[in-house]
């Protein structure tokens, strides 16, 4: 009854743990403005339920990605899919705002630990390039998420309210919990099928590693380019310049299409034997030259769609590539503690994405899209900057 580590249906299966923090934010967005007067309470609390989503998503992969080093993948992926299947039902059935906020943080907790075990798992059953090419795979599933949910959501809210948004995630989680149960077996093991211990006596710590702190940093950047689009990009294009919500709809698809894209072909090179070194030298300075030239335009104030947008997907497909063959090189530098690396990636980008956020969240009443713009060249060509003192 074990699914195949080699299969494409446990691909698929990995990218949907991966997968659960976004549809967990995009699925629920649309739902935002409907908490205030559904649950009696304010705009500030309903908001918290998004912020403690996201702190809880951090603790989540911080704790399950150290715990399964030393205990096992299987018991803290089925643990973090109970932890997100519980609090989802608690979410679904709040009576106030303050228990929906505190449930979504246990919710993102869960979501955290099944995001962080769905990439160790990778490096325990695949090694070198195999492991690189079944990453990007796992990343364009997870990817591919933002192009659909949260149009299904505003679905589901037309039709059944803005509950049946945590009804369908307490049944994904239970449905992949069931599946995991069955057909997931304990990838960490010495051969009795227990799980492995670490002797942290001949580990160096992660801190004390410059070139992962790099590859991490610029990781961090890279992304935190990209969290400044997402977090500026509605202002700009339905408030600044004027474009309907559903123009922001097919926009947004589109780039996360192309982040989509952009794993699939990391994917697709890796096969061909295309080194991460490489891959990554040629994306960073695309994304970096493209965020120079959306920076550029928005000083000069060239506001057309018809620049703009082709610029954007350039800057997504790029991080699509960037992203990852930087964890491929962080894990592969200390790849018994897989847990606690893919942690450590996971949660300093989300810091920098959030940092990144709130300097355009200020900046934007002043500066309109270039508040956008330029911050995302500057985190980008710092990425590049970073990745070249890595020597490699």
Avoid at 19 to 40: F, H, K, Q, R, W
Avoid at 310 to 322: D, K
Avoid at 338 to 367: C, T, Y
Avoid at 384 to 392: A, D, E, F, N
């Amino acid at each position: 009854m074990r699914i195949a580590p080699a299969s494409f249906a446990f691909t698929v299966l990995l990218g949907l743990f991966a997968a659960l923090p976004a549809m967990s934010v995009d699925l629920s967005a649309p739902a935002l403005a409907l908490l205030p007067e559904a649950l009696g309470t304010t705009r500030t609390i309903a908001g918290l339920s998004l912020s403690l989503f996201m702190v809880g998503f951090a603790l989540g992969q911080l704790g399950g990605g150290n715990w399964s080093d030393g205990h096992g993948r299987r018991p803290v992926l089925l643990g973090g899919l109970l932890c997100f299947t519980i609090a989802g039902l608690a979410c679904a059935v709040s009576v106030s705002g303050e228990m929906l906020a505190l449930s979504r943080l246990v919710q993102g907790c869960g979501a955290g630990a099944c995001f962080v075990i769905s990439f160790a798992m990778v490096q325990d059953l695949f090694k070198g390039d195999a492991a690189r090419v079944k990453r990007s795979l796992v990343a364009t599933i997870f990817s591919g998420v933002p192009m659909c949910a949260p149009a299904l959501g505003s679905v589901l809210i037309d039709l059944f309210g803005w509950r049946s948004v945590h009804w369908t995630l307490a049944a994904a989680g239970g449905l992949l919990m069931a599946v995991a149960w069955v057909g997931v077996a304990e990838s960490r093991s010495t051969g009795l099928d227990r799980p492995a211990q670490i002797n942290p006596g001949t580990a160096v710590p992660l801190w004390d590693d410059p070139g992962f702190m790099r590859i991490a940093l610029t990781n961090a950047l890279s992304y935190g380019a990209i969290f400044a689009y997402i977090a500026g990009s509605p202002v700009v294009i339905i408030g600044q310049m004027g474009l309907s919500n559903i123009t922001f709809a097919v926009v947004f698809a589109c780039t996360a299409a192309a982040l989509a894209a952009g794993s699939w072909s990391s994917g697709l090179l890796s096969q061909r034997g295309v080194g991460a070194t490489t891959l990554l030298k040629s994306s960073l300075m695309a994304a970096a030259g493209a965020t120079t030239v959306l920076a550029a335009a928005s000083l000069f104030r060239i506001a057309s769609g018809a620049i703009l947008i082709p610029l954007v997907m350039a800057i997504l497909f790029a991080r699509g590539i960037i992203a990852p063959n930087l964890q491929h090189l962080a894990i592969e530098r200390q790849h018994e503690r897989a847990g606690a690396v893919s942690a450590a990636v996971g949660v300093s980008q989300l810091l920098l994405g959030a940092l990144a956020s709130a300097v355009v969240a200020v900046l934007l009443q002043f500066f309109g899209p270039s508040a956008v713009a330029v911050p995302m060249a500057l985190l980008a060509v710092a990425a590049l900057v970073i990745w070249r003192r890595t020597g490699l």
